[in-house]
C-alpha cells in the first residue's frame, strides 16, 4: 500500500519516476504524485486517480530536474483528492510516506499552537511541517529530517526532498519497507525491488529503524541510535519485461493462465531429482520436533492456510490452528513451546502478518514463511522463508500466488506426514506422482474458459451469490466468495455445505446462485444432499464436479462445469481456475477494473 520512489539521477528524473510508479501502482491508486529540485527550485505535481492522470498532467505542466521524489497512494488519513496527495510540501521540504503516523494528532496540535498551519487531513502533512519547523529552527535539512523522525511513532516508510538540494535525499524505514538503489554515479529509493528494476538490481534494504542519507556518490546508513551501519548489498534477479500482460487484456487473465507453468516451477524446485522426495532448501525443517502448527495470514493467504490445515490434519496427523493475522496479532494466544509457525503473505510485506510473525518470534520453535518475494521483510525476519514461485504478480486479486502457496503448503504437509512416520516413502512417492499430473490437468481446466464465460455473463445479473463446498473445498468456496466480491462488487458469500442449513439457508430465492464445488470424492454425497436442500427451495445450482459427479448429480441443476479428475488431495488445487475465471469473467461482463479494483491494494502495508 503506498508506494514511495526517489531519484537521484543523471537524466531527467520526472519520466523515471513515473515509470517506478507504474510498477508501484499495485500498491494503490487512490491518487499519484511527484516533487522535483530544478535550479535549486522545489516544485511537485499531482493528480487524483490512476497514474495516467498524472502522466497526462506533466504532459501540459512538465516537471524538469534530475532529483526526485514520487509518491502512488491508498488512503488511510483523508480522502484521495489532489490536496491530500503526495509528496506533501511545507516550506523548503517534500516529503513521501508509505504507512500511519499514530501521533500525527499531538505533532499536529504542538506544531499548530507554534502558528504552522494544516491544509490537508492527511496524517502525512505534519511530517512535512514539523521538518519545516526544524529547518526554520536553523537545522540543516539531515538534522532536520533526523529530528523529525526521531519524533515519528507509528509506521513509515519515508523520502525527504529539500529545496536547494540537488544531490540530497533522505530516507527512513519502520515497519514499512523501504529499498536503496545503487547506480553508476546515481542513487535510488524504492519501496521494493520491483520499483527499482528499470534503473539497477543492486539493492539494500533497510532495515527497522534505518535512515540513510543518500547523494549520487554515497549511501550512508544510520540505526535508531544514529550509529552508522553496514547493511548487505544484494544483487536481485529481476525480469522487469515479466510485468507485461504478454497478449493477456488483464493481468489477472494472463495470471490465471500462468498456474500450469508456476506450479511445474514450483514442483521441480521442491521435488527430489527422482521426484520420489520433497527436498526443502533448509535442513532445519525437522517436523518430528512439533506438536502443533499455527498458520497467520490475510485474505486469499489466510484461505491457502485454512485448506493446509485439512492436509496437515488429514495426512500428517498435525493440530494446526489458523487465524488471520489482524486477530492473531492481538489476541495474545499462548503458544507451547514446539509449535511451527507458520506465516503465508504473497508480498512477504503486509503488515497484519509481519506483526503476527514478531509476536511468535521467541515464543514458537520455529517461524516458517512462505511468500512470493524472496527479499522481503517477512522472508527475511523468518528462521525458514520458502518461496512459491509465482513469478510477479501484478493483478491485485491474488490467483496464481494462492495456487502457488497451495502447492507449497501441500508439500510441507506431506513432507511432514512421511517425517513423523504417518505414510511410507511408497506412499509420498505416489501422492507426489499425482501432484506433477497437476500442471496437465490446470491447463485442462484452462480449456473451460468458454463454459465459464458463458455462465459468468449470467452470473454477473446476479445481486448475491453463495459458494459451498465441504471439507477441503470449503475454504475453495471462501476464496471463490473473495475472488468475485473483489473484483465483480457482487456480494458474495462462502459456506461449508454442511453449515448452509444452520441459517444461511434463508437467503435462498431463484434469484441467488449457488456454485457448488463438489468433486466426485468420499464427501461427495453430502455435499449433494445440501445441493438438493438448496433446489428443494428453488436454488438456481452451479454445479462444478468431474465426469463422475455429474452423472449422479447433474439432474435439475442450474448449470454444469465438468472439470478433469484428479486425485482428491489436490482437488482445491485445481478447482481454484473455475473459483477465478466466474470471478474474472464476471467482472469482465460488469466491466469492472479487474486489475485495480476499487478501494483495494496489492501489499498491505498498513494495519
Ligand atoms: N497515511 C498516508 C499514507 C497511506 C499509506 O501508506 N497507505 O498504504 C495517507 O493516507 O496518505
Redesign the pocket.
Known sequence: ??GIVGVLGNHEAAPILVEALKRLEYR?YDSAGIATVHNGHLDRRRAVGKLVNLSDLLVHEPLAGKAGIGHT??????APSVT?A?PHKAGPVAVV????IENFRELRTALSAKGYDFVTQ???ETVALLAQSHVEAGLSPVDAAVATIDALEGAFALCFLFDGEEDLLIAARKGSPLAIGHGQGENFVGSDAIALAQMTDQVTYLDEGDRAVITRESVSIFDATGAQVQRERRTIAMDAARIEKAGHKHFMAKEIAEQPTVIAEALSYYLSQDGADITLPNPGLDFTQYDRVVMVACGTAFYACYTAKYWFEQVARLPVEIDVASEFRYREPPVSANTLAIFVSQSGETADTLAALRYMKGKAKTILSVVNVAESSIARESDIALPILAGVEVGVASTKAFSCQLTVLALLALKAARTRGEISAETLAARLSDLRTLPGLLTRALDLDETLNAVSNELSEAKDVLFLGRGAMFPLALEGALKLKEISYIHAEGYASGELKHGPIALIDSHTPVIVFAPHDALFDKTVSNMQEVMARGGKVLLVSDKKGLEVAREGVWQTVQMPEVPDLFAPILYAIPAQLIAYHTAVAKGTDVDQPRNLAKSV??E
Do not use: E, F, K, P
Open positions: 500500500m503506498c494503490g497512494r491508498w488512503a488511510t488519513h483523508g491530500n503526495h510516506h508509505n504507512g500511519i492527511t496524517d502525512t502495508t498498513v
